[in-house]
Nanobody, 123 residues
Framework: QVQLVESGGGLVQAGGSLRLSCAVS????????MGWFRQVPGKEREFVSQISWEGTDAYYANSVKGRFRVTRDNAKNTLYLDMNTLKPDDTAVYYC????????????????WGQGTQVTVSS
């Protein structure tokens, strides 16, 4: 059974930082390029970032470029998202997702999803 479990969300003031984690089990982690998406109520799920299978390459949405950093630890089957200089517009539920291919920015191209973790940035 494939499981992706996000953690690390919470409430933070604008300008602050958070680190999200995504623990993955039930699949060969290093065979999947991993992505982060976010969603606010009433809007479509939005691509945030993706990292390649070995973590050597990463791709970011323009809205987070220079502020967010995606990494992975294949020995621990864990994906991370370091979020800095957070803005109220970053408020959303954040999801990790797995796909065999890189670069993929559409949610429909991802096979496995976590349940999401809420990030709230206050002004």
């Amino acid at each position: 059974q494939v499981q992706l479990v996000e953690s690390g969300g919470g409430l933070v003031q604008a300008g602050g930082s958070l680190r999200l984690s995504c623990a993955v089990s039930g699949l060969t982690f290093s065979s999947y390029a991993m992505g982060w998406f976010r969603q606010v109520p009433g809007k479509e799920r939005e691509f945030v970032s993706q990292i390649s299978w070995e973590g050597t390459d990463a791709y970011y949405a323009n809205s987070v470029k220079g502020r967010f950093r995606v990494t992975r630890d294949n020995a621990k089957n864990t994906l991370y998202l370091d979020m800095n200089t957070l803005k109220p517009d970053d408020t959303a539920v954040y999801y990790c997702a797995a796909t065999p291919k890189y670069i993929r920015i559409r949610s429909s191209e991802y096979e496995h999803w976590g349940q999401g973790t809420q990030v709230t940035v206050s002004s």
